[in-house]
């Protein structure tokens, strides 16, 4: 009896040590943007992000902005770089462009997925890729 359930509760416990590392927080649009460009870029492309996808990834929005050039713009997926775009400084439309880009990001992220489930793996770990 105790035997059976020193071993239940150890199996318990691996179990939640395994699921415990596997899991990850998803869902989350970090905003590293700097000027208001940036910012409403990012509120706008979120906002789009949020409406027409499951939110079953983290990305990062960075921003360098430069008085002259305007600011250029990126979005990394996976510490992988999916979007880049230099919104100049006069940028009217900005909303127009961040739903553009958050389209476009979109399908990026679906294209590196099926990659992933579609990469033949059979002698190396994912990791080790």
Same mark, same amino acid.
């Given at each position: 009896? !105790?035997?059976?359930?020193?071993?239940?509760? *150890?199996?318990?416990?691996?179990?939640?040590?395994? %699921?415990?590392?596997?899991?990850?927080?998803?869902?989350?649009?970090?905003?590293?943007?700097? %000027?208001?460009?940036?910012?409403?870029?990012?509120?706008?492309?979120?906002?789009?992000?949020?409406?027409? %996808?499951?939110?079953?990834?983290?990305?990062? *929005?960075?921003?360098?902005? %430069?008085?002259?050039?305007?600011?250029?713009?990126?979005?990394?997926?996976?510490?992988?770089?999916?979007?880049?775009?230099?919104?100049?400084?006069?940028?009217?439309?900005?909303?127009?462009?961040?739903?553009?880009?958050?389209?476009?990001?979109?399908?990026?992220? *679906?294209?590196?997925?099926?990659?992933?489930?579609?990469?033949?793996?059979?002698?190396?770990?994912?990791?080790? !890729?």
């Amino acid at each position: 009896m !105790i035997r059976h359930w020193l071993a239940t509760l *150890v199996l318990t416990l691996v179990a939640s040590f395994a %699921s415990a590392q596997d899991d990850e927080m998803l869902g989350f649009i970090i905003d590293d943007t700097i %000027s208001h460009i940036g910012h409403d870029f990012y509120y706008s492309f979120s906002e789009r992000l949020r409406a027409t %996808s499951p939110m079953d990834f983290n990305l990062v *929005v960075r921003e360098r902005p %430069s008085a002259r050039w305007g600011s250029l713009v990126t979005v990394e997926f996976q510490q992988r770089l999916v979007y880049r775009r230099f919104l100049p400084p006069n940028t009217v439309e900005l909303k127009d462009e961040a739903y553009e880009a958050a389209d476009q990001v979109r399908m990026e992220i *679906v294209r590196r997925k099926l990659e992933v489930l579609l990469q033949d793996t059979t002698d190396l770990e994912r990791d080790e !890729i």
